[in-house]
């Protein structure tokens, strides 16, 4: 099912400064913050702490996920970054949110067959369940486990998500709400609802889905990131607005990593 290779339709990371406690951490942080995404992993990686490779994989997939094609082995330079810091410390919910969302792009262009050997469902999912244990109010971690909801449905029919994985999109929906209280000012976030929502059912969704565009635009990015997704969030109104379904859905899926 093709739920199978949506588990984690995430996008780079948390977009206010977290609280640091490394040097190294902060200083990576502010080259991501710049949109200096190599110098950011170079220095993550010279730290060699948690805090400083989660940093480092949060650079690395907003690389991959700004690129013009999606990268196989990007990804994976983002799933190594996380474990790296994983390895190092798992009370904090930065490397489990970007170990889920290297292994929910990579499963997109490795394909269903591939990924369900791999278990790549199962370990995205074991990842935001420990990063939402160590973190529940983290923005990024809630948007994620609303997203993997929204994603089962949609793959696998309201019956069977629910049947065999207690998938709901009220679940879903829930857990975006959570997150928007808990960040309201992270334009990401709400791009990522959009993008959940109209690939789930564009018709139902669409006014939902213009709103949180629209919402993201206002708002003032923190991080070259976010001015990058604001671009997109401004392509898609268009397309909406200017009622060219077709085109809208494909630059969905382009934007959620799709080869």
């Known amino acids: 099912m093709r739920y199978l290779t949506q588990v984690a339709v995430l996008i780079a990371g948390l977009s206010a400064a977290p609280a640091f406690c490394s040097e190294g951490s902060t200083a990576a942080f502010e080259l991501y913050r710049a949109g200096n995404y190599e110098a950011a992993i170079a220095a993550g990686e010279a730290a060699n702490d948690a805090e400083a490779l989660a940093v480092a994989a949060r650079a690395a997939f907003a690389e991959a996920n700004l690129g013009e094609k999606p990268c196989l082995a990007c990804l994976q330079r983002v799933e190594g970054l996380a474990r790296r810091s994983l390895t190092l410390d798992t009370m904090h919910p930065e490397g489990f949110v970007y170990l889920a969302a290297a292994l929910g792009y990579e499963a997109r262009i490795v394909g269903n067959i591939r990924a369900q050997l791999a278990r790549y469902p199962d370990i995205a999912k074991d990842a935001l369940d420990k990063a939402l244990s160590v973190a529940p109010d ?122």
């Open 138 to 259: 983290d923005a990024w971690s809630l948007a994620s486990t609303g997203a993997w909801h929204i994603e089962v449905v949609r793959g696998g029919g309201s019956f069977l998500a629910r049947s065999l994985y207690g998938a709901r999109i009220e679940t879903g929906e829930d857990y975006f709400r959570r997150a928007f209280a808990a960040d309201p000012a992270n334009p990401v976030i709400r791009f990522q609802y959009a993008l959940t929502v109209s690939g789930y059912d564009f018709s139902a969704y669409r006014d939902r889905a213009k709103a949180q565009l629209a919402a993201a635009a206002m708002l003032e990015p923190r991080t070259a990131y976010e001015r990058a997704i604001q671009k997109r969030a401004l392509r898609l109104l268009d397309l909406i607005n200017a009622n060219k379904r077709a085109e809208y859905l494909a630059l969905v899926d382009n934007y959620q990593g799709y080869p």
